[in-house]
């Protein structure tokens, strides 16, 4: 595959147009209120809940996390951490996943945890049956006709559009990190790739005081854009959507711009590591730089592969993630 | 593409062992008790109406129908007939629609209108974003984690599978339809193409004395086999869902005998046209025929196309169920 | 799919240069004339006849047309129009269909007739056999050395070209469709999608007082353009052509200018709404822009989609045109 | 890719039923008689002629020969021979292209001129266009609606048929190649790839006392099985064509009946040296093995490559097929 | 995808015919012969270092191992295991990667290690380039005439093939690793996946009292057959070096016979976990039945996976293996 | 497939920056010097031999040629010259062979000898197994990890780099060649197409007073930016083996300008007649203008196909390349 968008200089400087709500604030504010009111309401019955993961895993705690995301239903993750540190607040990273794939088996996502830090990896509502060994989160709630997949699930109404959830739930998720003892709370860092990298943008915005954004190859910024040069889905279901309900595009667009990434960018000032690969053909490089361009971070920075597709750095990228939150965390 | 399965010899005798569940006649019988009462519950407000369409098509009477299916949730529909036949009861053609594809605009599906039938066209819901020109009846109801596409939407529990939605709107529409003072309720014919298809053979064992069942190339029988064989999508929905969930199979099997064609062709007596084409690709033919050769009616026949894909007999198969249902109109 | 082409703005502006042959008018006009004598010539032998259609359609009245097109060769039509309107002059619609498909089974297309028009549906000589229920239409004449496919086929002469016969046969269609008296034949419009819209194109030009050119993802503009970025057949027949026959460049584009749809259109001063899809694999959006642009018609218009490939607008296109119409029916 | 067919054991045994016309011989027989007497009819004007080859060849004797085929129609070839073997009567191959290919720039094909042979190669009517350096001639015939390509032209009857003018111009070079002083009439081998293996082995059948054939990966046996299991065209030409002339199977399979290389095999006791190769994906190998095992030959052989696609032995066969005739060779 | 081979109760009962060398033994015992005679003449230059590994892990002991495998060359592995278990002797999994993938970054394998397990995870010589973070182990020999990739490097002469050097390296691993003093030699357990799994098999053969085998998707067991079936790569690198070198198949079926898993197979009497996944396109189930078909080993065990592709089992089938080694380490 | 490249205008002007190593000369010289005493070193046993081919050819000599290449390994060529010339001193043409092909059976390729030249086709070491009939020798050499391939192998020092020992061999040939008593070491030209182009440009610049060089579609110019813009394999190889080894980025592209035809090209002052494609999918047409733009050569022209893909311009341009020769035949 040969470079699948604009040169390295042109991306550097793409700041495309994105729609921006007037409401956009207030929408989020008033769903993150909703969310927690809901909790609230459904008390004990909806709360979190840490029980040890049924696993050959000994060397690391592993525990199955259920906490009440969008509308207090109960979504699940799985936590990993060092043994043998009672007592101390260690750092934390919360890890969100890439498009149709679930938390899956406990002990696959292990590399932070090894490393000392608490490692919170989120399962995605309703996904989790395309790939890897599965997710475990329903998502209890229909939809307007819509394509196969996640993309135009409510899009007709930002109100019931599916990321409101999914985003709700990140959000939901860091509050509920916040809340354990074995944890420093201005030590929080928020990561993913694709998919997960867009929902990490998201709950940097959407939490207070976020430590550290190191999204990779991150999905979800500049819709209208990614779904005119995507070779492929996730974007393509958007086009395939507007190709069949051609008199929606319109209310397509106002609907994904209350979840657009660079929207979400905008208001974030979080120390920020990206990463992005040129030869990406499922999110169009494009879109992450603009995202990233779009940042309010004074302290950011991409690291770009550009001889990868989606599969981005990998551990490579971790390792380089790694030393940035190492840095942060010497200058504590 | 060259034959896709067995040969001829062979799918004429191909009978493969179907899970039947034991409670699959209650549990058919209390869903669709549910339902009407859902419906008297909802009363007035949920009450079926036809409305003239937004046309330009001024030679045929097309009115715009919803009527409570599952749950006397709304469901569209298009209803299309001669003009000029006041007091004149009509026989009735009513046709389900395939895979992703919606009721799109008025006018799409007239030929049986034009042949002198009152023809209905059901919006299949949630679906009608993936093709033609669009779905406008959503599925208001949410799922386990599952697979994008809708075949594994609630596959954990046949109480809450897609199809059990579904086929019961396919039900009630044959319910409302039989109220209408200007069709004859003895000559009801259902029809559809691959899941169309499949959703009429499901309407023919739910409805009672149903005239005639004219399924082309129909999908969702023999589910586990094709599923097995099936070169792609949307049987391979089922395959990519146990991949990843490995230990579901059981659970998928028995919720999907409760919406596999061949156990509703068992219970099946009326006259029946079925095409089948033996280069197809999506709708594996054996699978076609495991539907057929279950099949109770004394009067079947079963059109085979040997060179065409899932295509299958297009309006060439049209003509061969006009003149089936011609024979029998004369014969009344 | 992504975008195919340029930009909508870069598109909306696109005029490429194609070459004009200095004898392009007396080409066509000679054609003509050979067609019309040849017709004359063979007397009732080859006079048109319409008789009416085998077919299950009872609420329009189709028939079965046969009319002396290039050479007085017996062309194919369907004829479909209202009953029940003896004596009335009505507007006529003629169609005409894509790459390798046929006229088909009778009542196939019928929306137009639905609507109150007269609906005429050629058959293109030789094709109507790639898919579909086919054309029944034999193209008696061979050919140089050629690509399998209909581009190449006399492409060393114009005089022996395909559309010579092809084209002739619409203009034609026209004149025979004005002697009859059930229509007006100061309302006669032409359509067609993608080579069906060429060939619209083409019989505007050929015809005097065309009342509206509607063509759909119209194909056979800017052919010598198209040839260099059409990703797929039938443009790319062309340059497999070339890419053996290396030394025939030049003859190729010559005998190729003498049917680039950008030529009649500068020709045609119809009112005219057309329509284009952006992410059209098969009609690259800059030649139809192309011919769009190249339009002399001062009240022109063309209807963009921009997350449609090749299929375009369908029925939703032609509530448009049927809109289009009915605007200009009303104003007569 | 894997195997395409049976194993080899089933092959060496494979004898599909392939329908034979009661008139076959006749239809042949009267085929070359009309062929025969168009030539005498033409005269001087479509005489066959030999002409120096523009080519930089100096160390072979390159010569462009117009024969005059179907109908006295020109039919070019290229004719290559030693230099320096006056008065001498060599041994003569006469060769056929595979499909869609033209005889291409002289001196493409010399290698059996350079073993010391007289080598003809025949442009195949039509063809030459869709690889390699290109044919030139014409098949001055038009057809009934076809799919694209030169299987399905005129296949409504056996008359109209491609292949009818195809085979009787091979024949009737044969013919024109036992007129010239520089050959052996008694020892003229024929040869040929996929469809030039077919026309070889028709051309065979139309001649006397051949004496070797020896086509390579044949195509054009066993037509009607080749359809249902060939994944690529040109058999899938034939599937297309059925596909959409639904009524037509019967009328195509009759036709094609005249052309099948088994009815052709059974008629052929020239020793024969044919080759197959087991992972062929346009030619089946059990078609090919259709024809060998009907052949009449007592000596006959076949080389197997079970590794190979449709290239099959290339070069590597040629090596096998000089030695074969150097032994007929060493034998006279 | 659909299945892919054989039904499982064909799978169940395959065993094919697989050549075997009389000399396999003797091969083989001079081959590990040679290879530790050369680490004791490289001596100390040689010899295997353990180093800490550069690595974010904290909370696993990870280091760097190189030792002397094929030819005392230089082989790269990494050592994972658990932290604070100072005098204990555990046990060990030896884990072989698949085909072009390399050891990569230091913590992308540590689940066995996070069990409780010292976990081995060996650079395959040469590879390491095509997927994942890297492999650093080179290759020092040169090779035939070959197609590119490692299937037909050296295939001409068994004692040059790039098999023996490998199958040598796991086999001098498992010399290396018990010598350890914080690992129990009675039990070393090997596994691996597709390529991995191979070696895996190989390596249980060549190794005394091997404690587990416990390969997935396991490729290199019945070459011959898996060359006729397999749709790609690896497998297909043999057809096509003997799609040209038409001459050497019985050359390189006799190479590949002293590197074939059902040799190894017929060996080994270790306990042995399979997998085997029925929709893989890249290793045909049937090879890999094949081989645990041939195990002599009385305790043995395949895991079915009906619907999964290549990819096997996953981290799900790992969680079988650690219950598999754990019933066998509560057994000791 | 539409042009792959920029405009034809665009690739005229193409001047890419390519990196030039200082020692870029130094590099080549000492390592031709260093073949040249290796091959002096070892004397007789590596000295050149020629033996007659094993050919049926007969109308021209083909022999067998073994010649010492880098490291007076042995590398075989054909070479094939006219019959009857004692005593003539010919003009020669060396060519080189496309990427994984071999030199194949002899006789494959005997035009120019056939035009009275001396034809001289260099097996390619390692590889020739790819496609055709096969290459004869091996590269005794052994490699980094490396993408399977040749681009990568030694890709981490330019000493150790497949191609130094290609060109290397190539360089020597024309060595060879000038010492044969029948030969004009005044009119040797070089040629090949794709890697051969490449490799001829390579020879030309490595040796003194080449008479003609003629790539066609030469690959290996331009190696970063073909990476970049390439769509298949060969140059995916280099982003393939970079986006493992992602930090290998400069020593992959330091390595790669001492192979650079760019580089070469500069160096080059002989006459010089190149052909490119412009729709070629395997070199982009803007990496062989790269090549052809740096050439010193007063005498150059290109040839442009604008229609053709990698195949070029085949036997049409081979005329082309004759008359070339011709005319600078002519003006000695």
């Not at 779904?227 to 994904?256: C, F, G, K, M």
């Amino acid at each position: 595959m040969p470079l699948t968008d604009m040169s390295l200089a042109q991306l550097r400087a793409f700041t495309p147009t994105v729609r921006e709500p007037e409401d956009f604030d207030a929408f989020w504010r008033e769903t993150l209120a909703e969310a927690r009111t809901a909790a609230d309401l459904a008390g004990a019955a909806a709360a979190a809940r840490r029980t040890p993961a049924d696993t050959p895993i000994t060397e690391l705690i592993v525990e199955d996390l259920t906490f009440p995301g969008w509308g207090a239903e109960p979504i699940k993750a799985w936590v990993a951490r060092p043994t043998g540190r009672e007592g101390e607040r260690l750092p934390v990273v919360v890890e969100f996943n890439g498009y149709n794939g679930g938390r899956g088996v406990a002990g696959e996502r292990v590399l932070w945890a090894l490393a000392g830090y608490v490692h919170v990896f989120m399962d995605t509502r309703g996904q989790g049956s395309g790939w890897g060994t599965g997710g475990e989160t329903p998502d209890p709630h229909g939809a307007n006709a819509a394509v196969s997949g996640w993309m135009t699930r409510g899009i007709l109404d930002p109100r019931q559009h599916y990321y409101r959830r999914v985003f709700t739930d990140a959000a939901r998720l860091v509050d509920e990190v916040r809340t354990w003892d074995f944890i420093d709370p201005a030590r929080v860092a928020v990561t993913g790739g694709s998919q997960g990298g867009g929902i990490a943008i998201a709950a940097a915005a959407l939490s207070d005081d976020i430590w550290a954004l190191m999204p990779d190859v991150a999905f979800l910024c500049a819709w209208e854009h990614g779904t005119d040069v995507a070779i492929s889905d996730p974007y393509q279901e958007l086009a395939r959507y507007l190709s069949v309900h051609r008199d929606h595009t319109e209310t397509v667009w106002n609907t994904a711009a209350y979840f657009d990434g660079v929207n979400f960018a905008k208001r974030i000032t979080a120390p920020a590591l990206f990463s992005v690969a040129l030869m990406d053909t499922v999110v169009p490089p494009s879109t992450t730089f603009a995202g990233f361009n779009a940042l309010a971070s004074a302290d950011k920075a991409i690291e770009v592969y550009p001889y990868n597709g989606h599969e981005g750095g990998q551990t490579f990228q971790w390792q380089k993630q790694a030393a940035f939150l190492a840095n942060r965390r010497a200058g504590v």
